[in-house]
């Protein structure tokens, strides 16, 4: 069985101030993790992720996020906001190796005020 | 390399209909799988096609089908609409699906349906 929980719906963050999304997960088989953005209409783009190298994975526009094992976290930062982030991102994981389901989180929207 | 071409992107039905929504994946990628996004629920798994089989399924009623072709086109089928069928539907391929590789999967724009 495997779970992905997204710790907080809304986050809300000042132009140029850093960025802190949090997600936690379970997983039975050895997981690759995800995070992908989505903007209103759209469907989900790849922002980074994490395939059981490095545990800190570097993405697109800045983003990057840090495999925690030992805490199960896949938190995703960027250090300084601008208005296009505002978006929804969402935390995935998909089991390599089994035939389970992908899993997503319940999504976490970014609100950046100027 | 074209992406994720989901068709149709907006349709309307009323309740009872059924409905047919298609994707063409990247060049290449054998696994199709669909989504239902709603406000409610958020993003839950529908199924996912590899190589014509479907390989695993989510927890949605029979009146949710689909196939994929020899080409890897995918369509999903719902029949006898529910005002609740009511969500944007999206569609991702990838190369090996979940049996292998990284699992990475890349997403259409969706075909939003708005059942009255």
């Known amino acids: 069985a495997q779970s992905v929980t997204q710790l907080d719906s809304h986050v809300s963050v000042s132009e140029g101030t850093p960025v802190l999304l949090r997600c936690n997960y379970s997983?039975?088989?050895?997981?690759?993790l995800f995070w992908y953005v989505q903007h209103p209409n759209k469907g989900l783009q790849l922002l980074l992720k994490?395939?059981?190298?490095?545990?800190l994975v570097k993405g697109i526009n800045g983003f990057e996020a840090e495999f925690k094992k030992s805490e199960t976290s896949f938190h995703l930062t960027k250090p300084s906001a601008h208005m296009s982030d505002a978006a929804e991102y969402f935390c995935?994981?998909?089991?390599?190796?089994?035939?389970?389901?992908?899993?997503f989180g319940t999504g976490t929207k970014l609100q950046v005020i100027p | 390399k074209a992406g994720v071409t989901q068709t149709p992107r907006y349709l309307i039905k009323t309740r009872g209909q059924q409905v047919t929504l298609s994707c063409s994946p990247i060049?290449?990628?054998?696994?199709v799988s669909w989504y239902q996004q709603t406000p409610g629920q958020g993003l839950q798994f529908l199924f996912e096609?590899?190589?014509?089989?479907?390989?695993n399924k989510g927890n949605f009623p029979g009146r949710f089908s689909g196939r994929q072709f020899s080409n890897s086109r995918s369509e999903m089928n719902v029949s006898t609409l529910e005002l609740g069928d009511s969500a944007l539907y999206l569609c991702?391929?990838?190369?090996?699906?979940?049996?292998?590789?990284?699992?990475?999967?890349?997403f259409g724009e969706g075909s939003r349906l708005t059942v009255l």
């Open positions: 991702a391929s990838s190369l090996e699906g979940t049996s292998g590789g990284t699992g990475e999967l890349f």
């Open positions: 997983s039975s088989y050895s997981p690759s």
């Open positions: 994490y395939t059981s190298a490095a545990t």
């Open positions: 995935v994981v998909v089991p390599v190796g089994g035939y389970q389901k992908v899993t």
């Open positions: 060049s290449g990628h054998r696994s």
């Open positions: 096609y590899f190589s014509e089989t479907q390989r």
